[in-house]
């Protein structure tokens, strides 16, 4: 029914930055009602949580480790999403996960319906 598809991962050295995108597709969809997530899991780790933005993009909220350098957004007329990155460590290597679910602020991974299939961010010391 939705489709979500994560892109901009990549290799980048400490200090540096990167965006990540997740457009959503589907039929009979409509993106906007929805609350976005993003989450990150890094090998050996439990997926944790990164931030949320919600319906309407008036408010988002973060994780204590990636506040002051992550940004959420979206743009719902594209029906896409944004995680915007800098000052990126090595502790921030990861697989990065967006998702989307009716419940506003959530942070457990059952607070959302769909998920995309991942996208690498590596960071070199």
């Known amino acids: 029914q939705v489709t979500l598809v994560e892109s901009g991962g990549g290799l980048v050295q400490a200090g540096g930055s990167l965006r990540l995108s997740c457009a959503a597709s589907?039929?009979?969809?409509?993106?906007?009602?929805?609350?976005m997530g993003w989450f990150r899991q890094a090998p050996g780790k439990e997926r944790e949580f990164v931030g949320t933005i919600t319906w309407n993009g008036g408010m988002t909220l973060y994780a204590d480790s990636v506040e002051g350098r992550f940004t959420i957004s979206r743009d719902n007329a594209k029906k896409t999403g944004y995680l915007q990155m800098n000052s990126l460590e090595p502790e921030d290597t990861a697989v990065y996960y967006c998702a989307i679910g009716s419940r506003p602020y959530g942070r457990l991974t059952g607070d959302y319906t769909y998920w995309g299939q991942g996208t690498q961010v590596t960071v070199s010391s």
């Open positions: 589907g039929r009979a969809f409509t993106w906007s009602v929805y609350a």
